[in-house]
């Protein structure tokens, strides 16, 4: 009875990890194609302070890592934007989610700022007043997210969903969504300018990088593992600039894989829309792939 006991349990084991490795490979379909729009717009991406300076002050770290969650973030919008008037009615359901998986994602952004990075940094630098203009933009887009997230929560059913409404309450906050999201990079790189910031290799320089550090990597976990994590992963692309960033986020390939494939698995549907696949290549978006539905909801957008 054993034996029949454990062998079970290893064939329930095969056939589970089969399906995973059956849904990692539909993750990967469908390469990008230059003649459609993809996730690099309307929201323009975030250059990377490291990238473009080739510095390596912990205030120039600090800003670039801060600037990959931008720009997963700004691809998650731009991927939303681009898909929302063509998702078919079959597809609307998992459309939604993935939607609200971004407000969460960006809701428990800026909280987790608000509440803990800002503060700590404030104090490490040393210097009152550093994010006095980052709080006023954090203050020009919050409304617009909130209408953002109230209209797809207040659906009667799914097939209520409109996408050119929600494109039009997208519109009313993308251009001061994506000012703040550029410029907060800019100001946190500042930083190192100023004359109370922690001097290279010095206590306090160790103890700002280790904030920046500790925050990055609770910032998206905290916010959801089932949601907000692998959509985070799949708006990652390794092949920005230059690929320099292809192993960034530091992790081992098989977390990754099971961050993925297992925490993204309850809303697996949901990450069709992602605009890049699990291996963190662009990939065209899926709503975009069916000629006629594009055709026919521009005609419809025409004739009203």
């Known amino acids: 009875m054993v034996g029949f006991k454990t062998a079970l349990f290893f064939r329930l084991q095969a056939v589970t990890l089969t399906l995973f490795l059956n849904r990692a490979v539909m993750m990967s379909s469908a390469a990008r194609t230059s003649d459609k729009p993809w996730a690099d717009g309307p929201c323009t991406l975030v250059a990377t302070p490291q990238y473009v300076t080739k510095k390596t002050d912990i205030f120039t770290l ?21 898909q929302a008037p063509y998702v078919t009615d079959e597809d ?12 969460r994602f960006v809701k428990s952004h800026h909280d987790d700022e608000e509440l803990e990075l800002f503060p ?6 040393g210097t009152k007043g550093i994010w006095d203009a980052t709080h ?16 797809l929560a207040q659906l009667a059913e799914p097939f209520d969903f409109d996408g050119q409404e929600l494109r039009r309450i997208m519109d ?19 930083f190192g300018k100023l004359p109370s910031a922690p001097k290279p290799s010095t206590q306090e320089a160790m103890n700002a990088a280790a904030i920046f550090r500790a925050w990055g990597k609770k910032t998206v976990t905290k916010a959801g593992y089932t949601d907000v994590v692998p959509f985070f992963l799949l708006n990652l ?33 949901q990450w069709k829309f992602a605009s ?15 000629p006629e539905n594009v055709k026919g909801q521009k005609k419809q957008h025409q004739e009203l």
Not at 62 to 82: F, K, P, V
Not at 172 to 190: C, G, K, L, R, Y
Not at 238 to 247: F, I, R
């Open 62 to 82: 600090g800003a670039t890592h801060m600037a990959h969650i931008h720009n997963a973030i700004l691809r998650g919008y731009n991927s939303i934007y681009q």
């Open 136 to 151: 006023k933009e954090h203050e020009s887009f919050l409304s617009g997210l909130a209408s953002f997230n109230d209209y």
């Open 276 to 290: 890049c696949d699990s291996s963190g290549q662009p990939r065209a978006l899926y709503a975009l792939q069916f």
């Open 237 to 269: 692309d390794k092949t920005y600039e230059d690929g320099n960033w292809a192993s960034w986020p530091p992790m081992p390939a098989p977390i990754r894989w099971a961050l993925i494939n297992i925490g993204g698995a309850y809303h697996w549907g």
């Open 172 to 190: 009313s906050f993308q251009d001061p969504f994506v000012n703040h999201f550029h410029n907060e990079i800019a100001t946190i790189a500042s």
């Open 120 to 125: 700590k940094v404030e104090e490490v630098v």
């Open 92 to 103: 609307k359901p998992e459309f939604i989610g993935y939607a609200q998986a971004w407000f």
